[in-house]
């Protein structure tokens, strides 16, 4: 039987990787420079490179079930989430970063059911979002949109007390975005803090919660200095 995903392998190195080999060789003689931190949902569908049209080296990328934030006083060491956070804040020094939930995000849907017994790690975890459910027993659409939506804000509010978050955003250093990605649509919905609402991408004034802060392209340029394009180094 032909092996699909050593064929897949191959056929990166042999020819997708060419086409970006200076930008990698950028990448690895000048180390990451990533501008953003990106917490997405685990969700095979919710593909953070399509979406921003970003390249290698562009995302510090944290994906896990539901895209939640554990506390930052509770997580007792052994925590993927809450250590990329750390490291991406302190270390890498990003300038914003992404909550990133979806419509149909199955996390969302468990906090309205029953997880197997034996999952014992999800249900626990599955608590960092239970405050955004809505009391009703049999979950419509539109009641699932809305609790989508409202885990993302409550993670926002989580990230805000990592203290080295709270004291960059406040020195106007990051920029914090809720995103809700509508799969079906293919469009980002922006929390806007201040209209206090979930607006389309197509309607927004900026892809950021607040403060937002825009950056220049030179901005940009200056502080990654990785190359746009493959080759263009
Ligand atoms: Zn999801």
Redesign the pocket.
């Known amino acids: 039987m032909p092996d699909e995903l050593l064929e897949r392998l191959r056929r990166f190195q042999t020819d997708a990787f060419p086409l970006q080999r200076s930008l990698f060789k950028h990448l690895v003689d000048e180390g990451q420079h990533p501008l953003t931190l990106f917490i997405g949902?685990s969700?095979s569908r919710l593909v953070p490179y399509l979406l921003t049209g970003a390249g290698p080296g562009e995302l510090f990328l944290v994906r896990n079930v539901?895209a939640f934030i554990p506390p930052y006083d509770q997580s007792q060491g052994f925590h993927g989430t809450a250590a990329a956070i750390e490291f991406a804040v302190l270390n890498l020094q990003v300038r914003r970063i992404i909550v990133c939930?979806?419509t149909h995000?199955?996390?969302i849907r468990a906090l309205y059911g029953d997880v197997p017994a034996a999952a014992q790690n999800l249900a626990r975890w599955l608590d960092l979002g239970r405050e955004a459910a809505l009391p009703v027993a049999e979950p419509g659409p539109e009641v699932l949109r809305r609790t989508e939506q409202r885990a993302i804000v409550l993670q926002l509010e989580r990230l805000m007390d990592y203290p080295m978050v709270r004291h960059q955003v406040d020195a106007g250093r990051i920029t914090l975005h809720g995103w809700h990605y509508v799969i079906e649509d293919g469009e980002i919905h922006v929390f806007d803090v201040d209209r206090g609402r979930f607006v389309p991408a197509a309607e927004a004034d900026n892809a950021g919660t607040g403060p937002y802060q825009r950056f220049t392209d030179a901005d940009e340029l200056d502080y990654s200095g990785v190359p746009l394009m493959p080759g263009d180094d």
Do not use: P, V
């Open positions: 949902c969700d539901g939930g979806h995000c199955g996390a």
